[in-house]
Every structure is written in structure tokens, then in C-alpha cells.
């Protein structure tokens, strides 16, 4: 009988997101935390043929997935997969099944996104812990209406945010791999070059999937391009900035601050230098982490294992 484990459940939704005891297999194990160690995780998951993953949240190299031989599926959450070798996958037999985003309510990301951008061009994380602390109106801060609003990768999520951008006075320019002037004025925003992009935003927001052309896109000479007053939000993937070169900035008032969503290593290391920071806001990947997407993701996972188990797979991302 076939053993199955779902993994990085860290809201413990997924027991209730579906009918998990339909499915004709000996055992479901559901992990709420992620394993970094390869040789931690091979001995967690060896004996499983069948993997559900949340997102990206557990890596799965090929030296991982090598050492795994018991694995046959994989059903993945998300239409990327971006955590797992799928040259390995294809090579070693493994299928990969993937998710759609959440029908007509696919929205959270960016919703998240401009909730950071408010908390922390309006220092509320700040405060907030100073009010706890007895303090009152301790920092300075300025609006947004009527500042510049770059947008790095206008496809659905940044054409969204550049919407939201419109709507609280802003002014919008935007950079892309494939964008163009007529697209990015049908969205009411200004196509500039790419140095334009960091010189002139004020607020700069990324909404590029990470590819071997983004990774690593943002380094110190785009730092250096802006002003000591803006702010950089990422909710997109951590490796598409230098982490380096970020901590380099924020130590040294190279920008005003950032807001994170997401980071090179995931969860962040509790002693990761951006813990010391009072210059930039943590999220923990909470963009598209609603209890409404995550039960959409454990449904559609439990359908694409049903079908798997009947011999007729769907939704398979090997090509």
C-alpha cells in the first residue's frame, strides 16, 4: 500500500482541506515545518511514494530526489515548480502535478504587497512596538500620494499593483523583460528603462518570477541608482535581489528601507542579519498564504493523487 506525506502545513489546514481518508493508501503523514538538511529530510522521506508540497517551502535538488527511490509522485501546489530538479524528476521517473491559482480570488500577493508598502513607508511595525513600549509618534513619515511607484515585471500581479498605485495618486513607471510602451500606458503607467526604474521610484515593487535571467538581477549598482529616501518590496523570490547587497544598503541608509516577503532561505534562519534591522518589515511568504488558497491547493492536490492512484494522472508538469 502506498504511504503518503504532506509537507510544511504550518497553519495545520491541510488535515480539514480535504478527504484525505478517501484516497486507498496505507497512511498520510502531514509535517507542519521544513527541513533544510538533505540528510534530515531523505530519512523523514524516504519511505513515502507520494509527496504533496506547499509551494516552494521544501527544496528538492536532485541530489535529494536521487536518494529518494521509493518516490513516485509529486503533486505540487502552484502552476511553478520551481523547488524541485524537474531534469532529475524526468530522468528518475518521478511525475509532477501541479495546481492552478485560486478561480477569480487569486489576488492576494498583490493585496499583501501594498499592505507592506503601507506599513512600512508608515512605519506601523515600528510603532506599534513603540506604543508597547510606552513611546508615542517616534518616527517620521511622509505619504504616498503624488510619489512615483516602480513596478519591476508588469504581468498579472504587477498590473495589479500598478492599479492599486493609480488609485492612491501615484505616479507609475514600470520596467519588464516583455513590456512595452503601449502595454504599460494601457495600464496608466510610464515605460522607462531599467536605470530609470531605480533612479525614479520612489517606492520600487518586484513582480519577476525567479528564472536564471532574474536571479541576481538587483545588486549594489541598482542600489546605488536609488534614492536614499525609497523603499524596495519583494514579494516575488528572495534570490532575484543580492542578499548582500541589500543588507549593504540597509546598514548603510543606501535606501530608507525595504519590505520582505520572501528570502534565499526559507523560513529565515533565526539568526539571519535582517532580524537586526529596524529599517525593514518581515513577512513570512505570506503572499498567497490564505487559509481560502491553501484549502483551494490541498483540494486540487487531492484530485490530482486520485487520479495518479487511477492510473490516469492529470495536471502533470513533466513535459
Known amino acids: 500500500m502506498t ?33 533544510l538538511d538533505q540528510d534530515v529530510l531523505v530519512d523523514r522521506l524516504a519511505p513515502f511514494e507520494i509527496l504533496v508540497t506547499t509551494r516552494e517551502r521544501t527544496r528538492f535538488p536532485a541530489e535529494v530526489l536521487e ?75 511622509e505619504g504616498i500620494g503624488g510619489k512615483t511607484l516602480g513596478i519591476l515585471g508588469m504581468g498579472r500581479l504587477g498590473t495589479l499593483v500598478a492599479g492599486y498605485g493609480n488609485a492612491f495618486d501615484m505616479d507609475v513607471i514600470a520596467w519588464g523583460p516583455t513590456l512595452d510602451a503601449e502595454r504599460a500606458a494601457a495600464n496608466n ?27 541576481g538581477w538587483v545588486t549594489a549598482r541598482e542600489f546605488e541608482l536609488m534614492k536614499p529616501t525609497s523603499y524596495l518590496i519583494n514579494t516575488s523570490r528572495g534570490p532575484i535581489v543580492e542578499e548582500t547587497a541589500l543588507l549593504d544598503a540597509l546598514r548603510n541608509d543606501v535606501i530608507a528601507g525595504a519590505a ?50 487511477n492510473g490516469s494522472p492529470v495536471n502533470v508538469f513533466n513535459p
Open 3 to 35: 504511504r503518503i506525506a504532506i509537507l510544511d502545513d504550518y497553519l495545520h489546514l491541510a488535515e480539514g482541506a480535504a478527504d484525505w481518508a478517501s484516497l486507498p493508501v496505507e497512511s498520510i503523514d502531514i509535517f507542519d515545518d521544513t527541513i
Open 67 to 141: 536518494r529518494l527511490p521509493n518516490l513516485k509522485l509529486i503533486a505540487g501546489t502552484g502552476a511553478r515548480q520551481a523547488n524541485i530538479d524537474m531534469d532529475a524528476a524526468n530522468r528518475l521517473g518521478i511525475t509532477v502535478c501541479i495546481t492552478t491559482s485560486l478561480p477569480s480570488r487569486g489576488n492576494s500577493t498583490s493585496e499583501l504587497t501594498w499592505a507592506l508598502i503601507m506599513a512600512v513607508t508608515r512605519h506601523i511595525a515600528i510603532e506599534d512596538r513603540q506604543m508597547r513600549e510606552g513611546q508615542w509618534q517616534t518616527k517620521v513619515a
Open 189 to 215: 503607467a510610464a515605460y522607462v528603462s531599467w536605470d530609470e526604474l531605480f533612479s525614479r521610484s520612489d517606492i520600487l515593487s518586484i513582480h519577476v518570477p525567479l528564472t536564471d535571467l532574474s536571479q
Open 260 to 309: 520582505l516577503d520572501v528570502y534565499d532561505i526559507e523560513p529565515l534562519p533565526g539568526d539571519h542579519p535582517l532580524l537586526g534591522l529596524d529599517n525593514v518589515l518581515l513577512a513570512p511568504h505570506l503572499g498567497y498564504a490564505t487559509g481560502d488558497t491553501i484549502r483551494y491547493f490541498m483540494a486540487a492536490s487531492l484530485e490530482n493523487v486520485q487520479a495518479w492512484l
